[in-house]
């Protein structure tokens, strides 16, 4: 009889250690958006670093506690290549990881981006670092579903002054460049059937308007639209729930699963319909083409359809 509650005493520490670390690990594991409750919960737990992307001015004047500060266009996080092609990723990643360790980020920190949240394009910075930490191999990152907006209409807690981040730390990249989609990519990719799905606005996709430095109107012969705008709740700051994605996704005709390569202007619109096919939708196959329209009518990568041809 002893021995039988030994041997029951053991499978129940057993169990008990192994739903301790179950418990552990779910609680620890990054989800791909955090939402203001989330974060007020967290704001004194060691090793989440919130980065907000607003205005310095902005950010001196409140921001979430133990917040730091990044400015997405003049840190580093994109950068023009030699052949003229902006807002890429950055050729060399050393610099990169420097900065990001500036932050007081390490390979073991939480990273929780913090947009402005005032549309679906500053929701784009936050998708385009998290596609970039991706990359270099950061699995702990999260956004702040609806950003600063959404920690101010909440009425959550407010620090003032400068950032102070942690000395000390390294950032070590681990590089994912299967997840950095090429023009010789693209053009394979075209070959093969592959879908391509622009992530533009409507008027872009069909050839009304194009991007200043896009030296053609139109999209990639082919293409399908899924505007960026439509990702989120009436193209603000938030995104809109799995099911009606799905549902948008279905109206545009692109499936939720399978070979897709996404694509906007430079990368950063298209960020936002990876993020929302590949992290909210689940469909890992999706990827997303870093030098999009720019790179693509720049250095001729291929056919060119436009819908609307004004007179």
Known sequence: MNGIWKTGRAGWLALA?????????????????V??????????KPGIVYVDFRPPTDFLR???????????????????????????LPAKLEPLAAMIG??????????????PGMSSTDVGIATRVYWTLKVLGHDEVSILDGGMAAWEAAKAPMQAGAAKPADGKTFQPKPRMEMVVTMDDVKKAKAAGVLLVDNRPEDQYVG???????????????????PNGWLTV???????????LAQLFKVAGVPTSGDQIGFCNSGHW???????????LGNKKARMYDGSM??????????????????
Not at 102 to 115: F, Q, Y
């Open 17 to 33: 250690l192994f739903a301790w670390f179950a418990l552990a690990r779910g609680a620890f594991a990054a989800s791909p958006l």
């Open 35 to 44: 939402d203001v409750e989330w974060a007020r919960a967290n704001l004194d």
């Open 62 to 88: 409140g921001h979430i506690p133990g917040a730091v500060s990044s400015n997405y266009a003049k840190d580093g996080w994109r950068e023009e290549r030699a052949d003229k092609v902006p807002d890429m």
């Open 102 to 115: 500036k932050l007081g980020i390490d390979n073991r920190t939480h990273v929780v981006l913090v947009p």
């Open 208 to 226: 009304i308007n194009r991007h200043p430095k896009a030296t053609e109107s139109g999209t990639i012969e082919g293409a399908k639209n899924v």
């Open 234 to 244: 009436n193209g603000g700051g938030k995104f809109r729930s799995s099911a009606q």
């Open 270 to 280: 298209a960020s936002v319909g990876w993020f929302a096919a590949s992290e909210l």
């Open 294 to 311: 720019l790179e693509w009518t720049m250095l001729k990568g291929g056919s060119m359809e436009q819908k609307v041809k004004l007179q």
